[in-house]
């Protein structure tokens, strides 16, 4: 797991907030999490490849994405090991495992494994919606 280190795609915090509407900014920039069942990609099932939402890295694709009645869009495995980084997350009491975007440093939500989902990897990456744009193949 990495701590934290220096990212490829570097801004200052005025620039992610003149980019970013303030909720994109929250979840993004600030690990605030959406609330469970807003997000706009919780139950899409449209074929394509979902992206950070800051940068643009692609970073899952349709085709890992399952239906864990989380309320937030998971998926079993990221687009590439290094597409991602993780960060140990001991807030709020747990411990957990944060998901970073590699290119930026960006908030995506958390990973969990051991859940009993019926996945290949048996791990159920918790992404927020409002961190990611899906690129659809249509």
Same mark, same amino acid.
């Given at each position: 797991m990495t701590t934290d280190r220096a990212y490829p795609i570097t801004?200052? &915090?005025?620039?992610?907030r003149e980019e970013l509407t303030p909720q994109e900014y929250a979840v993004l920039r600030r690990a605030a999490t959406e609330r469970p069942g807003v997000g706009e990609y919780? &139950?899409?099932e449209t074929e394509g490849v979902y992206s950070c939402r800051a940068c643009g890295t692609e970073l899952f694709r349709s085709d890992t994405?399952?239906?864990s009645h989380c309320g937030w869009p998971s998926f079993y495995a990221p687009l590439a090991e290094d597409r991602v980084d993780y960060i140990e997350d001991s807030t709020l009491g747990m411990k957990r495992v944060e998901v970073?975007?590699?290119s930026c440093g960006s908030h995506l939500g958390h990973v969990?494994?051991?859940e009993g989902y019926d996945t290949p990897t048996d791990q159920r990456y918790c992404m927020n919606s409002i961190s990611l744009r899906l690129e659809s193949k249509a």
């Open positions: 801004k200052t &915090d005025e620039q992610w919780v &139950d899409t994405k399952f239906h970073r975007c590699a969990f494994e051991g």
